[in-house]
């Protein structure tokens, strides 16, 4: 341990050796959170990606043809109807397919490229001059962020899309400094191909820009014009971007960037999540009322206690925590604003505004935690700015990180008791009647959509009549209420209901939704009762 210290100590670059070696507790830590969850079952969107990754290998340009039942019982097609453009993650994804596709392999995979956006935090701490306790401190956080260590455990991009984010950011800076081409090159992909991962990573665009100038005259339109000469790795990723998107892109279908799902409506509730998120599942929150202490500016402190006491005497809600903790996160992010545009520091400014990508999806059908999984890094260099001049900042460091892992273990553990529930689903009511050559149809989604499939059921499509004799397997959670409605007249030969107390992620009886906040603003809540329930018809 000394001699770890000893060595920190004598790090004044920036260089691989030291970034990896500075990296390594938040690699250490990541590992110890995430291998024992190297064979969870997929879940959620994961057969998506991992569907699509299939497709790929059949028509490497032409990914979104494969026809998937999905979101709704009567709005099955091509999956390009059914989702944005995420397609990098399914090019991804190949190679683990290739392998086998068992879990571990995209888990591992999955370990792999968070390790990537740890090292690039790391490095981009260090290229903004911050100290080496700072350095190590900034991948420490990321790596004990809860909704990155469960994002990691999926096959979905958030974690790849944080991690080319912030890789693209690093090497853009490191351009700045060196001016070295192939560092231009490389923020030009990583920046081209985040918004192919996770759509509303195009907004580091303009941030890219910010950090390229060097001054904070941000309303002088001249200077704005002076970085002419050293933007040209931003119009080249939008480059990168445009021409993914035509290689890939679906013609037959109906292009599929979830237009539908855009609604006015959902604004509200939406930007009520992304306020929440950031106190009861990002470390940001909390770290920084208690690194500001007394700082925070008093008009903010005035205009949110009077919030509260508005709150509280109109009993908006039945649990007062919702309330409040969107009054803490807003308090928080106006504080983070005044502070970084006071402060005239381009760094902090554009770190600042890293953390409102997530807003671009307001209008969506939902905005789960797992969007502000590519804000992770910013936010944990906006920490770090905090600590390096915090009395306690190795105790502070250390509270944040063992909080960030406690809870993110507890989001891990009841995640996977949930996924393996819809791989035992499978194996109970499904595959025992296939091995016998008998024809069982399915309708749901998730990762019972993953497993089905693997064990030879076949997808109930619209229109689809399923002959005197065959099955029909369901689920609660992930299937359509009303697919029995339009079918002819069936038995129910067998049932299962998981049920037990315990930790939920997916529950909107309990609040929990980690992967959309239609279920609850909560990622984790503890639950008694019914898990979900399964249901196996024969048809007469």
């Keep these: 341990m000394r001699w770890y210290s000893e060595t920190l100590r004598e790090i004044r670059q920036t260089s691989l050796l030291n970034v990896l070696f500075c990296s390594?507790?938040?690699?250490?830590?990541?590992?110890?959170?995430?291998?024992?969850?190297?064979?969870?079952?997929?879940?959620?969107?994961?057969?998506?990606?991992?569907?699509?990754?299939?497709?790929?290998?059949?028509?490497?340009l032409?990914?979104?043809a494969m026809q998937i039942c999905w979101t709704e019982d009567d709005r099955c097609g091509p999956v390009s109807n059914n989702s944005a453009n995420n397609l990098f993650m399914s090019y991804y994804l190949v190679p683990a397919l290739v392998l086998g596709g068992q879990e571990w392999l995209v888990h591992l995979l999955q370990l792999i490229t968070l390790w990537f956006g740890i090292a690039a935090t790391v490095s981009l701490a260090m290229r903004f001059g911050t100290s080496v306790f700072g350095v190590c401190a900034a991948g420490l956080i990321v790596a004990a962020t809860p909704p990155v260590l469960a994002m990691t455990s999926t096959a979905m991009p958030d974690v790849l899309a944080m991690s080319l984010g912030v890789i693209g950011i690093e090497r853009l800076w490191a351009w700045k400094q060196d001016r070295r081409f192939f560092q231009g090159v490389f923020a030009a992909l990583a920046l081209g191909l985040a918004p192919f991962t996770r759509m509303h990573l195009a907004l580091l665009w303009p941030i890219a820009l910010l950090l390229l100038r060097n001054?904070?005259?941000?309303?002088n339109v001249r200077s704005w014009w002076a970085i002419r000469d050293r933007c040209w790795p931003v119009i080249a990723a939008v480059l990168v971007w445009v021409v993914a998107l035509s290689l890939t892109t679906e013609h037959h279908g109906s292009g599929g960037l979830g237009f539908f799902w855009l609604y006015l409506a959902n604004m509200r509730h939406n930007f009520r999540s992304y306020l929440i998120e950031w106190v009861d599942a990002m470390p940001l929150g909390v770290a920084w009322l208690i690194l500001r202490n007394r700082k925070i500016n008093p008009w903010i402190l005035t205009a949110a206690a009077?919030?509260?006491?508005?709150?509280?005497?109109?009993?908006?809600?039945?649990?007062l925590w919702i309330p409040l903790c969107a009054i803490v996160g807003a308090l928080v992010l106006a504080d983070v604003f005044l502070w970084s545009f006071k402060s005239r520091d381009l760094r902090r400014i554009a770190l600042a505004l890293w953390l409102l990508l997530p807003l671009a999806a307001l209008p969506y059908l939902h905005l789960p935690v797992k969007y502000l999984v590519p804000c992770a890094p910013a936010a944990a260099l906006l920490i770090v700015d905090l600590l390096?001049?915090?009395?306690?900042?190795?105790?502070?460091?250390?509270?944040?990180v063992a909080v960030g892992v406690v809870w993110g273990s507890l989001v891990l553990h009841a995640d996977a008791r949930f996924a393996?529930?819809?791989?035992?689903?499978?194996?109970r009511l499904i595959a025992p009647h296939t091995a016998a050559r008998q024809r069982v149809w399915?309708?749901?989604?998730?990762?019972?959509?993953?497993y089905a499939l693997k064990a030879g059921a076949r997808p109930l499509w619209t229109g689809d009549v399923p002959a005197p004799g065959d099955y029909l397997a369901r689920g609660d959670l992930e299937g359509y209420s009303k697919t029995l409605t339009r079918l002819p007249p069936a038995t129910l030969v067998e049932t299962w209901t998981p049920s037990g107390s315990g930790g939920r992620t997916m529950s909107p009886k309990h609040g929990a939704g980690l992967y959309t906040n239609l279920f609850g603003d909560l990622m984790w809540t503890w639950g008694t009762g019914e898990w979900d329930h399964y249901e196996l018809w024969r048809f007469r």
Aim: hydrophobic share 50%; aromatic share 14%.
């Design 24 to 60: 390594l507790p938040a690699l250490l830590l990541s590992a110890a959170c995430l291998l024992p969850y190297l064979n969870k079952a997929f879940t959620i969107d994961d057969p998506v990606f991992l569907l699509q990754a299939q497709q790929i290998r059949k028509a490497p």
């Design 62 to 64: 032409d990914p979104t």
């Design 215 to 219: 001054d904070t005259h941000l309303l």
């Design 306 to 319: 009077v919030l509260v006491v508005w709150k509280i005497w109109t009993r908006s809600g039945f649990i």
């Design 388 to 400: 390096q001049n915090f009395p306690w900042r190795a105790t502070a460091l250390g509270g944040i």
């Design 420 to 427: 393996d529930i819809e791989r035992q689903a499978v194996a």
């Design 442 to 450: 399915f309708a749901s989604q998730w990762g019972f959509y993953w």
